[in-house]
């Protein structure tokens, strides 16, 4: 047996993922002793109530209320309480007084990071994060260490388990949205209020923290432009799926190239989360149920894919332990922290300078002219169409006779080219107002093709 030094680990949060933590750090104590190089002491667990039902047994004399006393004199701490405060505070706490802090926050890292860094960064300590994109994946310290001799082009991920695990069910067995959506609350995948993930805030978190560690850029949570799932219908299911496409909540990052005087290497980024197209033979498209995936592409190191769970107590408490082993060896070896960089300091571009390509789904009347008319103005929009598709919904002969109201009604479907992002929606508000359109019904970005 070694003697080796001991280092003292507070964990605040005992819920979904912090219980998992405490129950495998007391379980395989003497292995991660091995790895890390240290003893790892658990010695004691942070919750509001010492009372309330855990998920595993826990030791109830490590139970505690008071985080700032167990902080003193931690060598490691452990965030998975969530939320902002006191989150931030008590890692701000922590790393002043010389702990590493390892955290699965993604909220606190997209709004605060730069803050957290900034102050590891005064004191030679360290933040680590594995936990706070895509769960269980290992993507963080690929990003930061393994590609960072390599130029990152494109981030295409799957990062919202429960988004995904409603989106796949809408397309397998034709669910409705609401229905899968309290399915998956039930399973444990949502967050307590699920429109952060349905609503895209939670990928969007997401989407900061790999854009920063992609471009080495502090990415603010500001510049990820948000769109959610709740609009998604069986009608836009319908017409994917027609097309030979399914639809998955995507989080972009991207370096674009080209007329952004601002930046000195001509360079911006995008990052941006909305629901898209993606071809059902692209790698994502078999991303099933509440598991992620992230497509990165890299200069030199070409196509890479990471997949897995992206969320659960006992796989995010994988990477969380990951963390805790690096956190104890940088601890014993001293020196400076692991750091982040941020120096290629590129400006975000506006979602509005993004290309990609697109399907269009219009209501029209069913005269003639109608497709000339919409043809024209994609024409005049500089959006030139690669394919039209038209279906008659109602016949003339099955219309009321009303005078106003004689003709009938067919769906348009449009797959554009590539188009620039401002171009495509001035072009839809002048469809929306052209006389011809009674409804647009979906626009979609095509993205994997
Ligand atoms: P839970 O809500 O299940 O657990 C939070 C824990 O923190 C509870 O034990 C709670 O105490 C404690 N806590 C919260 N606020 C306070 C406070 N003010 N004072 C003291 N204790 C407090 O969260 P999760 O385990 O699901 O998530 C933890 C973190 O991990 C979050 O940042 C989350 O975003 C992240 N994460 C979660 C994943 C998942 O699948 N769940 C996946 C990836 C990341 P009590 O039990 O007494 O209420
Ligand atoms: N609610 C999140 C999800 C948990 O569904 O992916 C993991 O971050």
Known sequence: MIDYRRLRVALLGAGSVGSQVAALLLKHGDELADRAGAALDLVGIVVRDLDAPRDT??????????????IVGADIVIELMGGIEPARTLILQALNSGADVVTGNKALLATH???LFDAADQVGASVYYEAAAAGAIPIIRPLRDSLAGDRVQRIMGIVNGTTNYILDRMDREG???ADVLADAQALGYAEADPSGDVEGYDAAQKAAILASLAFHTSVPLEAVHREGITDVDQVMMDAARHAGYVIKLLAVCERLTGE???SPTGEAISARVYPALVPRDHPLASVHGANNAVFVQAEAAGDLMFYG????GVQTASAVLGDVVSAARRHIAGGVGVGESTRANLPAAP????TTRYQISLDVDDRPGVLATVAGILSEGRVSIATVEQTVLVADAA????ADDRVGRARIIIGTHTAREQDLSDTVDRL????VVRRVVSVLRVEGD
């Open 309 to 312: 769970a992206g969320a659960g």
């Open 113 to 115: 990071g730069a803050e």
């Open 57 to 70: 047994d826990l030791p109830r004399e490590l139970l505690t209320t008071d985080a700032e006393s167990l």
């Open 399 to 402: 219309r009321p006779q009303a």
């Open 351 to 354: 979602i509005g300078h993004v």
């Open 260 to 262: 952004f005087d601002v």
């Open 432 to 435: 929306g107002a052209s006389g």
């Open 175 to 177: 669910a409705e949205f």
